[in-house]
């Protein structure tokens, strides 16, 4: 039964990413229904790297409290959708994860080690794909 449970849902899974433009990046081969994703298999139990897995898993599922979200629910201050850790303009997902001065440090290594790895599994053509020339990488 459980067996074709997770049938199932891979195949549902597997079908659904295929019709969707979002998910045409969605390695589905690595997503196996009853087992936790690697984000959670990697943390150890310590308070820190729990926070940080926590904060992995809503960055990835898209529902982290980015200004440029919390901002339409304060629509007397249009400052608010500033970042609040360079203060230089709107933080959107680029600028998060790619643009912010103050992130900078913590960007470089991760995104030349996904660089690395992208070209591994595919090719550079891809990642230059991925990352356009109007997105400065960290």
Partial sequence: VKRSVNNYWSK??????ATKSTLKY???TSARPGLP???????DPTLR???QAITKARILTGVYPLASITSKFDRTNKETEVCKLC???????QHFLLRC????????VPM?????????VTSI?????IVTSDNRLC
């Fill in 12 to 17: 549902t899974l597997k079908q659904e990413a």
């Fill in 26 to 28: 969605y390695n589905h």
């Fill in 37 to 43: 994703h690697h984000v959670w298999m990697s943390v």
């Fill in 49 to 51: 790297d729990v926070r």
């Fill in 87 to 93: 203060y230089s303009e709107p933080e959107d997902w």
């Fill in 101 to 108: 001065p103050a992130l900078h440090s913590a960007c470089i």
């Fill in 112 to 120: 030349n080690h996904l660089k690395t790895s992208i070209a591994r």
């Fill in 125 to 129: 053509a891809t990642w230059n794909n």
